[in-house]
């Protein structure tokens, strides 16, 4: 789910950045500090998109640089539970298929896929259904439900487990072709 957050810290604006107006200098920092961090709290940060308010600066002995009390608002992304979500596959493995949900992307297991037995053709890159057919295979896009979320503090990471084995879900040809079978 994608959400707008407020946040508020101090950024150590250095000497070298001094002749820069202090806006630029902050909204550059930040930029640099906190574009794709993810935190399990909160999520992936993807941007800074509003600076609303910066403190008077204080410099500390010994340091040179200034240190202002901002506030600020932040686009992040953080995958829910249960949410459904839509996603492209760009990768296919012999354990599943990883499909990017925006800015992170999740692992739907072979067992996931469909309620077929799946089996792994290396040479088209793709996932098929032994019984159905079906194949599911890079540039594909699907909707599936996430299952699982295990998000790392720091750098992007984590993991995001995800299921196409419920109604409404799957590739989207799948989605259309179940329907149409449903109408007639």
């Given at each position: 789910m994608y959400k707008i957050i407020t946040v508020r810290d101090t950024?150590?604006?250095?000497?070298?950045?001094?002749?820069?107006?202090?806006?630029?200098?902050?909204?550059d920092i930040l930029n640099k500090d906190y574009e794709g961090l993810t935190d399990k709290d909160v999520g992936t940060i993807l941007a800074i998109t509003d600076l609303k308010?910066?403190?008077t600066g204080?410099?500390?002995?010994?340091?040179?640089?200034s240190y202002?009390?901002?506030?600020?608002?932040a686009l992040v992304y953080k995958p829910e539970a249960n949410e459904v979500v839509l996603g492209e596959v760009v990768e296919i493995v012999e354990f599943g298929g990883f499909v990017r949900l925006g800015p992170i992307d999740g692992?739907?297991?072979?067992s996931q896929v469909m309620d077929d037995f799946v089996g792994y053709d290396k040479k088209k890159g793709a996932l098929y259904g032994k019984e159905s057919k079906r194949a599911l295979k890079?540039?594909?896009?699907v909707r599936a439900r996430v299952v699982s979320v295990s998000v790392r503090r720091g750098a992007r990471g984590g993991k995001i487990g995800l299921t196409m084995r419920?109604?409404?879900?799957?590739?989207?040809e799948w989605i259309k072709e179940a329907r149409k079978e449903a109408k007639a």
């Open positions: 950024v150590r604006v250095p000497p070298s950045r001094f002749g820069e107006p202090l806006e630029e200098a902050i909204v308010e910066i403190g204080r410099i500390i002995m010994g340091d040179g640089a202002h009390d901002v506030t600020f608002e692992l739907v297991h072979v890079e540039g594909d896009k419920q109604l409404g879900l799957g590739k989207l």
